[in-house]
């Protein structure tokens, strides 16, 4: 009897044993399915838009990119790829449209030009292409090196009338993604003159640029990915990006100013 007892007790012991370590796996492997459920769940946050203030009742407006120039004294930069990055900034505006930038590139070996140095040149690329307005720059500084800078200046020239006339929400700004700051800017009055020049100098030790950086990706990058919003700064090729993003909003701030200074003022009831 009793080493019957024994061998029972035994039995009931190791039962036990196994039970208890059957369910510790049961707990650590839910333990581990839920961490690893949480950070794999991405909440989809839409970047901040920006909004084109011309009026497209009749359509959106055409765009051309020109290459821009390189000024900033390094042939490490590749100034089509810049272009490239513009064109997409450009597409990224509600409003507009932008033909590619090989297309461009065509017109202008069609025309037997390099790279249009005076108005008259613009004009005439402008009325090859078709397009309402054209924009013309060039790379002001590049350094790949972390922290990165990028520096550009552009101008843009408009043809025709479609982008004389604000659109009809212009004057409301709650119909406005991003609002100018500049509205004191005059408007120029000289066909000849471009519509609108920015010049943006983008270095990522700058504490400004950082948070424009990082407004910029959210929305655009994984916040579950290592880096998160700095594989923008990590990234030359991202980093030029934003910086085109933000040197077209920029342009556009001066778009919206100018309309603006030119809308007819709303007269109130008395």
């Given at each position: 009897m009793t080493s019957a007892q024994t061998m029972l007790e035994t039995t009931r012991a190791i039962l036990a044993r196994a039970t208890g370590r059957r369910?510790?796996?049961?707990?650590?492997?839910?333990?581990?399915?839920?961490?690893?459920?949480?950070?794999?769940?991405?909440?989809?946050?839409?970047?901040?838009?920006?909004?084109?203030?011309?009026?497209?009742?009749?359509?959106?407006?055409?765009?051309?990119?020109?290459?821009?120039?390189?000024?900033?004294g390094t042939l490490a930069v590749d100034p089509l790829?810049?272009?490239?990055?513009?064109?997409?900034?450009?597409q990224e505006v509600h409003g507009l449209s932008c033909l590619p930038l090989n297309r461009t590139i065509e017109?202008?070996?069609?025309?037997?030009?390099?790279?249009?140095?005076?108005?008259?040149?613009?004009?005439?690329l402008a009325e090859a292409l078709g397009v309402d307005g054209i924009l013309v720059g060039s790379i002001t500084a590049y350094d790949p090196y972390d922290p990165p800078v990028l520096g550009l200046s552009l101008a843009l020239y408009s043809r025709g009338d479609a982008?004389?006339?604000?659109?009809?929400?212009?004057?409301?700004?709650?119909?406005l993604t991003h609002q100018p700051v500049e509205l004191s800017l005059p408007r120029s009055q000289f066909t000849h003159m471009p519509a609108g020049v920015v010049s943006e100098h983008m270095d990522a030790r700058n504490h400004d640029i950082l948070r424009a950086v990082q407004t910029y990706a959210h929305g655009r990058d994984d916040p579950r990915l290592a880096f998160g919003w700095r594989r923008y700064t990590a990234s030359m090729d991202l980093y030029?990006?934003?910086?085109a993003?933000?040197?077209?909003?920029?342009?556009?701030?001066?778009?919206?100013?100018?309309?603006?200074?030119?809308?007819?003022?709303?007269?109130?009831?008395?």
């Open positions: 369910l510790a796996l049961i707990a650590l492997a839910a333990l581990l399915t839920g961490c690893r459920s949480g950070p794999q769940e991405l909440t989809l946050v839409p970047p901040r838009v920006t909004v084109a203030p011309y009026d497209t009742t009749a359509g959106e407006i055409l765009w051309a990119v020109v290459p821009p120039r390189n000024e900033s790829r810049i272009g490239d990055k513009l064109v997409a900034a450009v017109a202008m070996r069609a025309l037997d030009m390099s790279l249009p140095t005076t108005t008259a040149e613009i004009h005439r982008m004389k006339h604000p659109s009809p929400d212009l004057a409301s700004t709650r119909t030029t990006q934003f910086g993003a933000r040197a077209v909003e920029r342009l556009l701030d001066r778009e919206h100013a100018r309309l603006l200074a030119s809308a007819p003022e709303e007269r109130t009831p008395d």
